[in-house]
């Protein structure tokens, strides 16, 4: 029989039905009622003629209603398409128009804000609406309903069981790529629901866990942290992250077990000062998206003195990949460790072969953790999801594994140190970051004639972006306002710490802009750190 993210949750309800589920702010919801509004929820979606297959967008903070209406478009049969709450309109309105969404689940000041991107989307026929009075336009495409419609209407049809096959499309994440707007990552019920039993299996999950889900569940990561609490029925507690002491905060005051961060936000909290309540029954915590400094990792296990440090590796196309055995910490602190249960990962050279020990590759993975691809891209999907190198050519059918375009080493006993990437990727403060989407921004300006954004080593960030800049006119050029023009369409994280001016921006023999000579040039002119 299929199994389906709600099913995770109907397990627990009838296991335990009365344990808490989730948390948000001050209300708490047991594993029972979650799966009741599950079932209303689905009901109501389907009443609004929601077909299997089809879209269904979240746009909120993290609530009890986001989580609700993610499981709940899964047991309608849709597929749930998390946006990240911190991005602008136009960002929002890419995704709803590449996945042709079909249902939007916002707030009212939201949809405030998006309403006039909103106006040219042809797919979208509902947005459901959370808090406050709604947003009437009678010239929308759109129905504009609240929430209650789908929620609290007391007659509902009941839906149907589900059916179809595990490899049937759940949900689509949206992660930038190195070049132009974000690309949908697509994953099947598969996915999901073994990336939660591998997880939880490695982190050593129970129902007793209290896993405080601070990350974005537009992230693989942060998606991950509710998956999983899912599988074992332990209780998920979410959390809007605003400052550092929020999260010692609700740690104390949920008495939180488990916590998984990015460097940039355990950097943060290794700096905050901890009561003793807030650490006592935390089990374990876990760094993903990055390496973390190794100060960072010695002042986290002085805080955590009994807690287990696990260092991961993730893909958003293959959900997770590799986790560091805790118990190889204190010899291998810079090692992304190996690969998760249900997962292989190879390291292949550039002709296809496997590497040796010492010798750098390609990170390739394979296993039911692989996504289908890229939404609507064939062509990037055939660059990245590709047959793995060992397949035996006698097997006639296809498998495809992640090519990941992460340059890693194995060493002797087989365990894995991240080197770098091969394209031109920024991950900063946790998110990936194509420089050609900041660029297009940085043209619209009219400001600039030409336009390099790069991602620089940075000990807090993992990559401090920089803009370089050619100025449509020098005189009175005012790096400044073009980082004011930036900051009005791009979320905060994509915004430049700093516009530098070139009057001439170095190029390539095939005509492309230099960026690894702008990369050396830019970090040999910046003062060092002291060792």
């Known amino acids: 029989m299929i199994i389906r993210l709600p099913d995770l949750v109907a397990r627990s309800a009838q296991r335990n039905p009365g344990a808490p589920a989730l948390t948000a702010r001050t209300t708490t919801i047991s594993y029972s009622d979650l799966h009741e509004q599950t079932e209303l929820v689905a009901a109501g979606l389907r009443d609004l003629g929601l077909d299997g297959g089809e879209r269904v967008a979240v746009f909120l903070d993290k609530r009890i209603e986001t989580v609700v209406a993610l499981l709940a478009c899964s047991r309608a049969g849709g597929v749930f398409v998390p946006v990240n709450p911190v991005l602008r309109a136009r960002q929002v309105r890419h995704i709803l128009d590449d996945c042709a969404v079909r249902v939007l689940v916002t707030s009212t000041d939201r949809l405030r804000a998006l309403r006039a991107e909103l106006a040219g989307c042809k797919s979208l026929t509902h947005v459901l609406v959370l808090g406050g009075s709604l947003v009437e336009d009678e010239e929308a495409p759109y129905r504009v309903l609240p929430w209650s419609e789908v929620a609290e209407r ?6 149907p069981p589900m059916g179809g096959v595990e490899t049937d499309v759940a949900a689509i994440l949206y992660t930038s790529g190195s070049t132009g707007a974000p690309k949908g990552v697509v994953l099947s019920h598969r996915n999901l629901v073994v990336g939660a039993e591998s997880v939880s299996t490695y982190l050593n999950n129970t129902a007793e866990d209290r896993i405080l889900a601070v990350l974005p569940l537009s992230f693989d990561a942060g998606l991950s942290q509710v998956t999983t609490g899912f599988c074992v029925g332990a209780h998920v507690v979410l959390a809007d992250y605003l400052l550092p002491a929020d999260v010692v905060r609700l740690c104390a005051e949920h008495r939180i077990t488990g916590l998984v961060g990015v460097p940039p936000l355990w950097i943060q909290l290794a700096a905050q000062t901890w009561p003793s309540e807030a650490v006592a029954r935390v089990r374990y915590f876990a760094n993903t998206g990055g390496r973390l400094p190794r100060v960072t990792l010695q002042r986290l296990r002085a805080i955590f003195p009994f807690a287990t440090p696990y260092l991961m590796y993730g893909l958003t196309e293959a959900f997770r990949s590799t986790y560091l055995d805790p118990r190889e910490v204190d010899r291998r602190p810079d090692s992304i460790g190996k690969a998760i249960p249900n997962a292989e990962i ?21 296993g039911p953790l692989v996504a289908l691809g890229y939404w609507n891209d064939a062509e990037r999907t055939a660059e990245r999801f590709r047959p793995p190198p060992n397949r035996p ?3 006639c059918t296809p498998e495809l594994a992640v090519w990941s375009g992460d340059v890693v080493v194995r060493d002797e006993e087989g365990f894995l140190y991240f080197v ?3 394209d031109e990727m920024i991950k900063t403060s946790g998110y990936r970051v194509s420089p050609q989407e900041i660029e297009e921004v940085a043209y619209e300006t009219g400001l600039v004639h030409d336009a390099v954004a790069l991602g620089l080593e940075d000990e807090a960030l993992g990559h401090r972006i920089v803009l370089v800049v050619t100025p449509c006119n020098s005189a009175g050029f005012d790096p400044a306002a073009v980082t004011a023009r ?4 791009l979320p905060g994280y994509m915004v430049p710490a700093e516009v530098v001016v070139r009057s001439v921006l170095p190029r390539s023999p095939n005509g492309k802009f230099d960026r690894g000579f702008l990369r050396h040039e830019l970090t040999a002119s910046r003062p060092q750190e002291p060792a």
């Not at 930036?486 to 369409?489: D, G, I, N, P």
């Open 346 to 366: 190879l390291v292949v050279r550039e002709d296809g072969g496997l590497c040796g020990p010492g010798e750098p590759g390609e990170l390739v993975h394979r």
């Open 420 to 422: 770098g990437r091969r």
């Open 393 to 395: 050519v006698e097997l």
């Open 154 to 159: 007391a007659s509902r049809a009941v839906c």
């Open 486 to 489: 930036l900051r009005q369409v």
